[in-house]
């Protein structure tokens, strides 16, 4: 499929570059660096999302020409669908009238496009508009370097993750030398926080709880909890990975209550445990170590569905109530 999405872009002129609604660290960085790679090549290039640009990734090279998108209201020889397990999943209005190229890692993906380019090997859709750059004889230069290591960065967990692998770190060490700033990147992502998204995460943190096991642990926002302390959405972001720090805990969740009754849950592992599937179980998806899904009802309600699928998958009877 690669060299179908070559073939189009060389044939092509105007293009639109899009991904998943409330966009992450791969769905920035490889947006990004595809708009580079186009550009360098001089085609017409529009990046848009439905949301703003998250706090953390503002500093991302091109993040200031990011267009905020309800509706695809002009034609374009093809729109780049970054990252995103179904044609709904970026929330714009019209996508299903163009020709759309389907870009993602995951192996769950809907077969959408038009063109369906999907490499599960891949730690980040980054790496494959890496190796796309790379086979349109793109010169990679800073802007791309830096894009498709915030794409690595992430979506590997700050290399934690188990995708990490001996083609990550080459790939990481070749945008090294094209100009890529690990320390830069790492201050921009990890060490620029705004004061509410701290407020938040100890607000978070103190409901924190385990299993009788210790093996699984979750925390939860409900609803109000944002309004009343001034934060965003935007400052949610690497919540859920604190407490996979505690020793023993092997998976979390987090119960985020963004409407009454209306649970948006972030699922995290490490070792051998594949919260993908869990999360497919809800209508969600994503990485082994790292996905999502959502769930209605009340908190005690997703709490049971949720903590009993992983206590099934991990192997552990819950202990009896006296």
Same mark, same amino acid.
């Given at each position: 499929?690669?060299?179908?999405?070559?073939?189009?872009?060389?044939?092509?002129?105007?293009?639109?570059?899009?991904?998943?609604?409330?966009?992450?660290?791969?769905? &920035?960085?490889?947006?990004? !660096?595809?708009?580079?790679?186009?550009?360098?090549?001089?085609?017409?290039?529009?990046?848009? *999302?439905?949301?703003?640009?998250?706090?953390?990734?503002?500093?991302?090279?091109?993040?200031?020409?990011?267009?905020? &998108?309800?509706?695809?209201?002009?034609?374009?020889?093809?729109?780049?669908?970054?990252?995103?397990?179904?044609?709904?999943?970026?929330?714009?209005?019209?996508?299903?009238?163009? *020709?759309?190229? @389907?870009?993602?890692?995951?192996?769950?993906?809907?077969?959408?496009?038009?063109?369906?380019? $999907?490499?599960?090997?891949?730690?980040?859709?980054?790496?494959?508009?890496?190796?796309?750059?790379?086979?349109?004889?793109?010169?990679?230069?800073?802007?791309? %370097?830096?894009?498709?290591?915030? %794409?690595?960065?992430?979506?590997? /967990?700050?290399?934690?993750?188990? @995708?990490?692998?001996?083609?990550?770190?080459?790939? !990481?060490?070749?945008?090294?030398?094209?100009?890529?700033?690990?320390?830069? $990147?790492?201050?921009?992502? *990890?060490?620029? @926080?705004?004061?509410?998204?701290?407020?938040?995460?100890?607000?978070?943190? !103190?409901?924190?709880?385990?299993?009788?096991?210790?093996?699984? %642990?979750?925390?939860?926002?409900?609803? @109000?909890? &944002?309004?009343?302390?001034?934060?965003?959405?935007?400052?949610?972001? /690497?919540?859920?990975?604190?407490?996979?720090?505690?020793?023993?805990?092997?998976?979390?969740?987090?119960?985020?209550?963004?409407?009454?009754?209306? *649970?948006?849950?972030?699922?995290?592992?490490?070792?051998?445990?594949?919260?993908?599937?869990?999360?497919?179980?809800?209508?969600?998806?994503?990485?082994?170590? !790292?996905?999502?899904?959502?769930?209605? /009802?009340?908190?005690?309600?997703?709490?049971?569905?949720?903590?009993?699928?992983?206590?099934?998958? &991990? /192997?552990?009877?819950?202990?009896?109530?006296?």
């Amino acid at each position: 499929m690669l060299s179908q999405v070559v073939e189009l872009i060389e044939s092509k002129q105007r293009f639109l570059i899009t991904s998943h609604v409330r966009p992450d660290g791969d769905s &920035m960085g490889s947006s990004l !660096a595809l708009f580079w790679t186009l550009q360098s090549l001089g085609k017409e290039v529009v990046v848009a *999302f439905k949301d703003n640009v998250p706090y953390s990734y503002r500093d991302l090279p091109g993040a200031q020409e990011v267009q905020r &998108m309800a509706e695809v209201e002009e034609p374009f020889d093809a729109i780049f669908v970054i990252e995103c397990s179904d044609m709904n999943r970026p929330a714009i209005g019209g996508l299903e009238k163009q *020709f759309v190229v @389907n870009i993602d890692h995951h192996s769950t993906t809907a077969l959408f496009g038009n063109i369906n380019w $999907i490499d599960s090997t891949a730690a980040a859709v980054g790496e494959m508009i890496y190796n796309l750059c790379k086979a349109l004889g793109v010169t990679v230069n800073q802007e791309i %370097a830096e894009c498709v290591y915030t %794409a690595l960065l992430t979506d590997t /967990g700050s290399f934690h993750f188990s @995708n990490t692998t001996e083609r990550t770190f080459k790939i !990481a060490s070749e945008l090294v030398k094209r100009g890529a700033r690990p320390a830069h $990147i790492s201050h921009s992502l *990890f060490y620029s @926080n705004p004061y509410s998204k701290i407020k938040l995460l100890g607000k978070v943190l !103190a409901s924190l709880e385990r299993d009788e096991t210790g093996r699984i %642990a979750w925390v939860v926002m409900p609803h @109000n909890l &944002m309004g009343q302390i001034g934060a965003t959405e935007d400052d949610l972001d /690497g919540i859920v990975n604190y407490p996979l720090s505690v020793g023993e805990v092997e998976v979390v969740a987090f119960f985020k209550e963004m409407q009454p009754e209306h *649970f948006r849950i972030s699922l995290r592992s490490k070792g051998t445990v594949n919260v993908a599937k869990i999360a497919e179980k809800f209508g969600g998806g994503g990485h082994k170590n !790292a996905s999502g899904c959502s769930v209605k /009802g009340k908190l005690e309600i997703a709490e049971q569905q949720i903590l009993g699928s992983l206590q099934t998958a &991990m /192997g552990i009877i819950p202990v009896a109530a006296d």
